[in-house]
Every structure is written in structure tokens, then in C-alpha cells.
């Protein structure tokens, strides 16, 4: 079993940047393929990015494309999104997730895959 906590949100004027943490703790972070995703209320949770489990494979939102990176370092158990040229419309609670079942180049889009979720950051970006 893994634990993850967010960190790194905050409030930003828009244009400015933000770089988000996922640190794990439980079990080594390279058994896991990693994804972010975010939610405002009355909306479902929504992809942002996701990594395989060496980080070699990486994927994107078209909303976020160009603008954010995520990236792992595994040696020490962190996972990490940086986001750049931030909009009042990524406003969300950004949340990192963990799936434990996946084979090497697996990199996964939607929320059912991942056994295991942090409690969340909130990201504001004002206009």
C-alpha cells in the first residue's frame, strides 16, 4: 500500500507558475504508473497528465498541453507537475494517483485504474 500528499498549490495571478508534489510513502514509487488529475465542484475529476512507471511515457490533457510537465524522480518517491502560463480556468483541487497493476509502459487517462489518491491541493489562478 502507498500514501500520497500533495503539496505546492497556492494562489497565482494568471500567467504565473506553480509546481505540485506528490510524495509517496509505503512502497517504492516505480511499481506505480502516476497520473494527475483535478475537480471543481459540481464537475467530475478530470486527466491532467500521467507517467509510466519509469517515466519515460507521458501524457496530457489537450487543455493543459504545452503549458504543464510532469515528471517523477523516483529515488526520492516524488512525483511532480509543472505548471506554467496558468489560467483562472485551471482553477481545480489538483490530486495525484497511483496505480499499482501496471505493466512497465502503461500510462492511464482515466480515474477507475488507480488504486490509491492523495487528498488533494487546492490551485487558484485569478485574473
Known amino acids: 500500500q502507498v500514501q500520497l500528499v500533495e503539496s505546492g498549490g497556492g494562489l497565482v495571478q494568471a500567467g504565473g507558475s506553480l509546481r505540485l508534489s506528490c510524495a509517496a510513502s509505503g512502497r517504492t514509487l516505480s511499481s506505480y504508473a502516476m497520473g494527475w488529475f483535478r475537480q471543481v465542484p459540481g464537475k467530475e475529476r478530470e486527466f491532467v497528465a500521467a507517467i509510466n512507471r519509469l517515466g519515460g511515457i507521458t501524457h496530457y490533457a489537450d487543455a493543459v498541453k504545452g503549458r504543464f510537465t510532469i515528471s517523477r524522480d523516483n529515488a526520492k518517491n516524488t512525483v511532480y507537475l509543472q505548471m506554467n502560463s496558468l489560467k483562472p480556468e485551471d482553477t481545480a483541487v489538483y490530486y495525484c494517483?497511483?496505480?499499482?497493476?501496471?505493466?512497465?509502459?502503461?500510462?492511464?487517462?482515466?480515474?477507475?485504474?488507480?488504486?490509491?489518491w492523495g487528498q488533494g491541493t487546492q490551485v487558484t489562478v485569478s485574473s
Open positions: 494517483a497511483a496505480d499499482s497493476n501496471s505493466p512497465a509502459l502503461a500510462i492511464y487517462v482515466s480515474t477507475y485504474p488507480y488504486d490509491y
